[in-house]
């Protein structure tokens, strides 16, 4: 049976795709069949006149993944705005069939699957008719979940708004990762210390800027 997580964050390029490459990378290098999936994506590159899915295929390239990318992604749509709003100005809703669909063929080909969210965990992906926000994803894909936060100034509020709203919404956090971190920044270890006391949720993993891989060992204990 496929084991997954779903890896979301406290906001907008936090570095959801920096840290899911490290971890897809890393798992894959220690000889585990571990691959991606993003549902939707905005802001889609144009290469050769065709959309690419710049997030899928980062991820796919740095962990040595030869796949197509758009393969990997429900729903890719040219505008940088939130999904909700791209999926209106192309005229291409977003069903939640659909990505149920594409995440259980994907399962079939691995042992293991990161799933990456959309912008924060209150990201839109339709607001017109029956309301589909991020949370009901997560919650359709019966997947647990891993913040992603800055390590940075304001982390303490926005991490624990993000905890409470998934708690409020029945979704299971097995961890969160700092990303940016740096432990000669006094502030930011106590931010660690903070967050895991003001949550009660475990900073699984705290990455650097320039981090090539991530320590595995509390990282799988997530996959569920």
Known sequence: MTKGIFITATGTDVGKTYISALIVKSMRESGLNCLYYKPALSGAEVVDGNLVAGDCDYVLKKSGINKNPNDYVSYIFKPAVSPHLASEIENNPIKLDKILSDFERIKSECD?????????????????GDKLLLKDVIKTLELDIVIVAPASLGTINSTVLTVEYARQNGINIRGIILNNFDENDFMQVDNKKQVEELTGVNVIATVKADDKNISLDKILKVFS
């Open 112 to 128: 293991y699957l990161l799933v990456e969210g959309a912008g924060g965990i209150v990201c839109p992906f339709s607001l017109k």
